[in-house]
């Protein structure tokens, strides 16, 4: 599985390709495990 990840100033933008489907996370400091 091969995702990308655009920084964006709002959070980032996730893609999947196996899906086709994009969605806008919004990130917060120390919300990465």
């Given amino acids: 599985?091969?995702?990308e990840?655009?920084?964006k100033?709002?959070?980032v933008k996730y893609?999947?390709?196996c899906c086709n489907e994009?969605?806008?996370m919004t990130i917060r400091e120390?919300?990465?495990p």
């Fill in 1 to 3: 599985m091969e995702k």
């Fill in 15 to 17: 893609i999947c390709d």
């Fill in 22 to 24: 994009g969605e806008i």
């Fill in 30 to 32: 120390n919300q990465w």
């Fill in 9 to 11: 100033p709002v959070g």
């Fill in 5 to 7: 990840f655009t920084v």
